[in-house]
């Protein structure tokens, strides 16, 4: 019974995304696409800040080269530049279909640890990627014509 808090935690999640991307769709698109990456940012280092002093972790910064080199690499490509990259999609795609993209990012995140990190990629792997695709297509592109 201990897993239920992680697992409500996870549904939760994944429901608050969900109806973000709409409520963003809805008001955000018209607006300033900078002002609006800084205050979800900000909001969300807020209560990463919060969490973090409620669960009384220490704060240190990093010392190690490689540790600074993956936090810029996630402060400018995978905040600023997807961010950016998420609100295009989201202006010329309904919500539940931008959602999909998120699929995509196990596919890339395997890809890039294949090539830098020289992980193996095994075919389990490239047929559930094939699916992943498959199903991102579909979900995204499908119209359901008549009832």
């Known amino acids: 019974m201990e897993f ?8 939760a999640s ?4 969900a109806e973000g991307n709409v409520i963003f769709k809805m008001v955000s698109l018209k607006s300033d696409p900078i002002i609006i990456n800084a205050l979800s940012m900000s909001s969300g280092a807020l209560f990463l800040v919060s969490a973090s002093f409620f669960a009384h972790e220490a704060w240190v910064l990093p010392s190690a080269p490689k540790v600074w080199g993956a ?7 995978g ?3 997807m961010f950016y990259m998420f609100v295009y ?3 010329k795609w309904t919500a539940s279909a931008a959602s999909y993209a998120i ?3 196990p596919l890339i995140a395997t ?7 020289k992980e193996t990629v095994t075919l389990p792997f490239i047929l559930g990627g094939l699916l992943v695709l498959l199903g991102v ?3 995204a592109f499908y119209k359901k014509t008549g009832s």
């Open 89 to 91: 999609v989201l202006s």
């Open 137 to 139: 297509w579909v979900g």
């Open 111 to 117: 890809s890039l640890a294949a090539w830098l990190a």
């Open 103 to 105: 699929l995509f990012f």
């Open 14 to 17: 994944a429901l608050i995304a």
């Open 79 to 81: 905040s600023v530049v």
């Open 71 to 77: 936090l810029v690499y996630l402060i400018l490509g």
């Open 4 to 11: 239920l808090p992680g697992i409500f935690a996870l549904v």
